[in-house]
């Protein structure tokens, strides 16, 4: 690794039209040009000459690249030249596991390639790991690749504590059919969204359960009617917990998106397991973490989290105009999953002790306690249904106003909410 010198400075000494200073990286072949901003600082990213892919995707010649908060790498196959805003911190590494991550890519080609001439479902490709090893970086790379072949595979998000498709508190699937977005990520696809409420999966273990299986049910039932999502597959990122009830999950999820190639990042012990535990046609990969990956601290992953929501509201760039909008107590119907009343002692086995149905929805009346929350808007028709409905779009409540019964809310649109069922848990924006 080598931090190159600035090989080119532009100047000037009239402030307000002086363009940003920028330093030249020349990246030789299979190296890559490693980068962080901080949240709040903007880092401008031109590739002027050769080919050059962030996480998958390529970038275009001569186009600049606005990135905020965040920390990557732009990766060269074959050689390149970057200009880089000259405030960013960036070094260019000749090691990286690229050559691994491309053969997964291959074995994908291969199931997607044997299963065109019978009716088994393409590649079900699913990346767990401990935190902060790459897994979203690599399913990134592989959706990447993937659609860059005319693939549009399905993308599940089973990380609450993360929200690469939308906010942070869901699980989420979405069919992608191009490479994900350098600035924007994800934003433009249309996903299937379930609200879990939570960040952490021990919040409520079963509804998170109970979701992935919705999700997959979805999923499944479009791979048997679409042939291109069949035969595309799904790619599958997980969150970072993999011991206990962590790796209960693990497993619970395999299981239930019925995936036929497991990676393990850079866990020689749960790999172990994994590859004890699934033989026959299921395969087990194990891959390097890249030196690149970053650990993030919980200050970043917290401030990472709270951005999300905001870019929900507000854009990326801020360039979107949420609504303020009144809602009367009586028009609407606030739930939250797992707080279903005890059973009462009398009606158990002796000795048992009386539980809270985690699965159990409980209305809740409307306090000054949800400001502050993010509330999920439900297009279900009837409580009934509302695990099993998509999420239409997500409210933040600035207001409570017990006197009036009536609470203001940031919503993305003007107008009236699809569905009087609203969906809460213990996600707040703080900013
Ligand atoms: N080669 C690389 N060079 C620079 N940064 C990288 C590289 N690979 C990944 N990163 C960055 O490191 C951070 C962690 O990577 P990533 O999010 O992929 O890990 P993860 O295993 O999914 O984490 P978690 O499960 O904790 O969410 C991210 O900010 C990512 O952009």
Redesign the pocket.
Known sequence: MDRQDISSFIGGTDLAAAPIPTVIFNLPKEH?L???VEHGETALIKLIEGNAEY?GTELLLNREYKLTG????V?TWNSCKLEVSQSTKAYI?NE?PMMQYARVHKIMDDIRISCLSNRESGPKVIIV???????????KILLGYSTRLGYAPTFVDL?P??GSITIPGAVCASLVDKPVDIEDGLTNSLPFVQYYGHTSLDANPTLFKALVSSLATSIEKRMETNEQARVSGVII????WIDGLGYEILIDSIDIFKANLIVV?DNDKLYSELNKKYTGAIKVIKLPK?????L?SPIF?KKTRMSKIREYFYGISGDLCPHFTILDFKDIVVLKTGGGPAAPSSALPIGAQSVIDPLQLQEVTPSTDMIHSILAVSYTKSKQSILKSNIAGFLYVTEVNLETKKMTVLAPCPGLIPSKFLLMGTLKWLE
């Open positions: 890559e490693r980068f962080e996480f965040c920390k990557g790498a990766f590494a990286t790991g401990p935190t902060d090893v790459g897994k979203s970086s690599i399913s990380d504590g993360q990122n997980t969150c970072g990042m890249s030196g690149g990956v970053y993030r992953r």
